[in-house]
Nanobody
């Protein structure tokens, strides 16, 4: 069992940077594939970025590639998402998610068993 809690969201201007974090409880974080999803009002939850067990591989949505960077610290049980050059269309609730049983990053919501409550990111134009 893994419990996840996000932090670091807020209101920023377009072009700014922001880093959101996700702290995981439990001793199995190192063996948990992690990802960030986001959900804007009236839209479905979508994949943003993911990272495998020991950060051997990462994946990004096309919309954030080159602007966002996902990383993890398995000692601190923490997942990060560094967001640069933010755009108003990045406004959403950002969720961290975890899955056991596979080191492969999945872009599917259904493949993740563990979710945090989310943190709001608002980018003003």
């Amino acid at each position: 069992q893994v419990q996840l809690v996000e932090s670091g969201g807020g209101l920023v201007q377009a072009g700014a940077s922001l880093r959101v974090s996700c702290v995981a409880s439990g001793s199995t974080f190192s063996w948990t594939t992690m990802a960030w999803f986001r959900q804007a009002p009236g839209k479905e939850r979508e994949f943003v970025a993911g990272i495998s067990w020991f950060a051997t591989s990462t994946q990004y949505a096309d919309s954030v590639k080159g602007r966002f960077a996902v990383s993890r610290d398995n000692v601190k049980n923490t997942l990060y998402l560094q967001m640069n050059s933010l755009k108003p269309e990045d406004t959403a609730v950002y969720y961290c998610a975890g899955r056991h049983g596979s080191h492969a990053v999945s872009r599917s919501v259904e493949d993740y068993a563990y979710w945090g409550p989310g943190t709001q990111v608002t980018v003003a134009s």
